[in-house]
């Protein structure tokens, strides 16, 4: 029996079944934004350093929900786990529960959980301050908005979880850089109130201590303009300069690049503009980018993405096919070797497949990709392909004699090649038609006409998909058909994306972010991730929110192919998240409650759709990415998380 099996089972049934505990009224303060402190009535009960303070911290970061004994090992004693670690966690959990409140710690399988009111936590607290004052501000109210803030700082009462190793580093950068996005929200309500004067030596100060955090700076710059400083606001520029290009390598960001030539100018949007409620505040902090200014990786793939390209511009058309699992970075790929296309003067076309839960829409990708040129002079003539573009020609018209059922379609198929030709006689063309995965089968047969046609012509057809998407073990599946179909004929080169290296992953999260990450936040954001740039862009962000779950849409991507399963497959799979990342087919056989014949066939189909893969050397399945064992588990039902647990 696995490890974590093994825990659960020590955990077993010994849940407590007292009442619920009346949360209205927090008579226990638990202070963790600072020493770890739990006052009740008034006087402290615990806190401290040591492994039972530590395993209190661990449960209050998660507070009101579970914390797997996995976990709590984890935070205790890292990578050197001792063989009594669980017998000891007993220990400690008992002894708290002598000096908590009855009722608070309580044993939830597969491990702990604290029951507090979200006011009883000062990390509650913290949130619930900090999201009013975001709300105020967002409503022209920066008094309202600056005093919220001033109250959620104060609760801090130094460096959080500062007196715990090495397991809650990534923990404690999350929460001081919620501290410090914070604070630069509170001198962006100051500074809309005219209080810049008032500013100066707070960001002098805190700018000497984060030399590098590029908000503080472009606070620091405007408090020193609006003040009058002119000369000093260009030197905390120039000091910033030197500092990114000594120790980075790098210029500073374009925003405060932006900034110091606003100040040059003496730019009028810099003034203070009038406060109330009918001014909303332009905060300083710009909106997220969508896409790091670079491509991190793949330069490989690129590589081969533009031999493509020159082959096709030299007038020998071909096709390439961009494959990978959901978030492993296919579009930003293919808008990667779009953009030098378009540098090189090529005429670029873009079409997306949809998901349609009713009847397709027949060529929609191409629909897409041709819709800019409708009614235009290179249409001239192309009545069937005209036909199909909304407004294009005219849907009534009499066809062609002899034009009717595949004959129009061999004729619109015909129409789509000319207009190629006519495209291709200016400039090489890269028709891209985007998630091929929901393609319908008419746009499945054009692509395979022209992935045939184009083989003298200045086209490079670039298509992708993804590969857990769909029945990815059926290979008559017809995206996979066609994906193969055109692999084996040697029509369309394939470049399957894999993960990124770790380091390329905090390549990509450090191009992303305005300031440096702490670096323990960014080794736990690519150990989750395991390569995705999409999973590994999201769980910063939810990190960065001060949020520990899953965002909601990542979470719905994860189970995607989960709720394609048939429920006994359902079944068999959540067993398996409660069991761990690899578990043993025959613990699966004996926790399942299913006859072995259903247990294999339900594990065939968690295979087939690539929920699941099979190690027949060690008789084992292992999810594909440990972040859908996550999201599985996290559909069990309480209950039912005990009777699995029970099982195992």
Aim: charged fraction near 25%.
């Amino acid at each position: 029996m696995p490890t974590s099996a093994i825990r659960t089972a020590q955990l077993s049934t010994a849940s407590s079944h007292r009442a619920p505990l009346d949360l209205a009224i927090p008579r226990t303060e638990f202070r963790i934004l600072g020493p770890l402190e739990v006052v009740h009535r008034g006087a402290s009960i615990a806190g401290g350093g040591g492994k039972k303070a530590a395993l209190l911290a661990r449960l209050l970061l998660d507070a009101n929900r579970t914390v797997p004994v996995d976990a709590l090992l984890e935070a205790l004693w890292g990578e050197h786990v001792p063989p009594t670690a669980v017998k000891m966690v007993h220990v400690y959990v008992s002894h708290l529960r002598k000096v908590l409140p009855e009722g608070v710690l309580r044993t939830r399988p597969p491990g702990y959980v604290l029951e507090v009111a979200p006011e009883a936590v000062d990390l509650g607290r913290f949130t619930r301050l900090r999201a009013e004052a975001r709300a105020a501000l967002a409503a022209g109210d920066p008094a309202t908005g600056a005093d919220r803030l001033r109250s959620a700082l104060a609760l801090w009462r130094g460096p959080a979880l500062a007196e715990f190793a090495e397991p809650f580093a990534a923990e404690a950068a999350r929460l001081e850089e919620l501290r410090l996005t914070a604070l630069e929200e509170r001198v962006d309500a100051d500074l809309a109130l005219g209080h810049h004067a008032d500013v100066i030596g707070e960001l002098q100060a805190l700018v000497g201590a984060h030399p590098l955090r590029r908000h503080l700076r472009g606070e620091l710059m405007l408090a020193l303009y609006r003040a009058g400083r002119h000369a000093e606001a260009l030197a905390a520029y120039r000091e910033l300069d030197r500092v990114v290009r000594e120790e980075l390598g790098i210029e500073p960001p374009a925003g405060l690049r932006d900034l110091e030539h606003k100040i040059l100018n003496q730019d009028p949007s810099l003034d203070l503009l009038p406060t109330g409620r009918e001014h909303a505040v332009a905060p300083l902090r710009p909106a997220p980018r969508a896409l790091p200014d670079g491509l991190v990786g793949r330069a490989e793939e690129l590589r081969r993405l533009e031999l493509a390209l020159d082959a096709a511009a030299a007038g020998r058309g071909t096709a390439a096919l961009v494959a990978g699992p959901a978030g492993i970075g296919k579009t930003r790929l293919a808008a990667e070797l779009a953009e030098r296309a378009r540098a090189r003067g090529a005429t670029v076309l873009t079409g997306r497949c949809m998901d349609l839960v009713g009847a397709a829409l027949p060529y929609a990708p191409l629909v897409d990709a041709l819709r800019a040129l409708r009614g235009s002079r290179t249409m001239e003539g192309l009545d069937e392909l005209s036909r199909l573009l909304p407004g294009g020609g005219d849907a009534t018209a009499a066809r062609k004699p002899g034009c009717r059922g595949c004959d129009a379609r061999a004729q619109l198929f015909e129409d789509v090649l000319t207009l190629l030709d006519r495209l291709g006689a200016a400039a090489p063309v890269v028709l891209q038609l985007e998630d091929l995965h929901w393609a319908d089968g008419s746009t499945l047969d054009l692509l395979a006409f022209l992935a045939n046609a184009i083989g003298d012509r200045r086209v490079l057809l670039l298509a992708s998909r993804r590969t857990d998407a769909g029945d990815p073990g059926d290979p008559d599946e017809p995206v996979r058909r066609t994906a193969g179909w055109l692999r084996r004929s040697g029509l369309a080169e394939t470049i399957e994306l894999g993960p990124l290296s770790e380091d390329e992953v905090a390549s990509l999260l450090a191009l992303g972010s305005d300031a440096p990450l702490p670096p323990a936040l960014v080794r736990d954001v690519c150990a989750r991730a395991e390569g995705n740039p999409f999973f590994a862009q999201e769980l910063l962000a939810a990190a960065l929110r001060g949020e520990r779950a899953l965002p909601e849409l990542l979470r719905d991507l994860l189970l995607a192919e989960f709720a394609r399963l048939d429920p006994t497959s359902r079944s068999v799979v959540r067993v398996a998240a409660a069991a761990g990342r690899a578990v043993p087919h025959r613990l699966l056989t004996a926790a399942a409650g299913l006859p072995e014949g259903d247990v294999r066939q339900a594990l065939r189909q968690a295979v087939d759709h690539d929920v699941l893969t099979a190690d027949p050397a060690r008789g084992t399945y292992r999810f594909r990415h440990a972040l859908i064992a996550e999201a599985a588990y996290g559909t069990l039902l309480p209950g039912e998380r005990e009777d699995v647990h029970e099982r195992l």
